[in-house]
């Protein structure tokens, strides 16, 4: 099996509307979820069709008023994968 590295840079994300102390825990739900879906085979054959993409623009994500800093990472990482996915 030939195994490649993935390299994931998000130069910036803005979160606007959540509290200051919450932005660790929002990465984190981004970086497990992110890590979840490119680990997929489906994706890894679509990465490996897609050399290199400079810049990714994202659906807007919708979440309900009473969601955790770690869904809020999750959310915005399937929005990665489905914009991967076009």
Do not use: Y
């Not at 990465?47 to 919708?62: D, F, K, Q, T, Y």
């Amino acid at each position: 099996m030939d195994m490649r590295r993935v390299v994931v840079n998000i130069e910036r994300l803005m979160l606007k509307g959540f509290r200051f102390e919450d932005r660790h825990a929002v990465a984190q739900g981004l970086q497990e979820q992110l890590t979840h879906l490119l680990s997929a085979p489906d994706m890894a054959q679509r990465l490996g069709e897609i050399s290199s993409i400079p810049r990714l623009h994202v659906e807007p994500v919708s979440l309900a008023t009473e969601v955790k800093p770690q869904q809020v990472g999750r959310a915005v990482a399937d929005g990665i994968g489905k914009g991967l996915n076009r």
